[in-house]
């Protein structure tokens, strides 16, 4: 099995729609939403490959104003490729970009009945700081989780 990860490139973006279609089933606000990523968050819109197939991607963005944090909007893995670290990979590199960009605090919204996704989190850092009910619209609750990222201070 070989995998890496590598910045996303144009012509990944039917494979991501697909995957987003899959996952939740909007074809629409899913293309409107990775195609707008794709120009906004090019050093942070990251793609994993599986022998040459299209596994996953992570998408993160840096906070505005001077703030030293940054969000991970998205993570996405596709079926039949999960349970083998690609999930983990992408978040792992991402946050070494964070890192590498002088960020201190990484946030996230997960849903609560994501439990694979939550325990992935907690295993890189993350804790949950609170509980935002109907998140994303009614019955779209998530739980917001934040990790401070270790610029090797003691």
């Known amino acids: 099995m070989y995998s890496y990860i ?3 490139r144009e012509g990944d973006y039917s494979g991501i729609c697909h995957l987003e279609i899959q996952e939740k089933g909007a074809t629409y606000p899913s293309s409107v939403f990775i195609r707008q990523a ?9 793609v994993a490959e599986l022998n040459g197939t299209l596994a996953g991607y992570c998408i ?21 490729c999960r349970r083998r ?10 946050l070494d970009i964070f890192l590498q960009r ?4 990484v946030y996230l919204s997960v849903s609560p009945e994501n439990y694979a996704a939550r325990n992935l989190y ?5 804790r949950g700081i609170s509980f935002q009910k109907g998140y994303f619209g009614d019955g779209e609750d998530r739980i917001i989780m934040a990790a401070q990222l270790n610029h090797g201070q003691e």
């Open 85 to 94: 670290r690609i999930g983990s990979d992408l978040v792992t590199t991402l």
């Open 122 to 126: 907690h295993t890189l850092g993350f």
């Open 60 to 80: 993160g963005a840096f906070c505005e104003g001077g703030r030293s944090g940054a969000w991970i909007l998205r993570l996405r893995v596709a079926p039949p």
């Open 6 to 8: 590598r910045r996303f």
């Open 38 to 46: 794709s120009i906004l968050y090019p050093s942070t819109f990251l």
């Open 102 to 105: 002088g960020v201190a605090d």
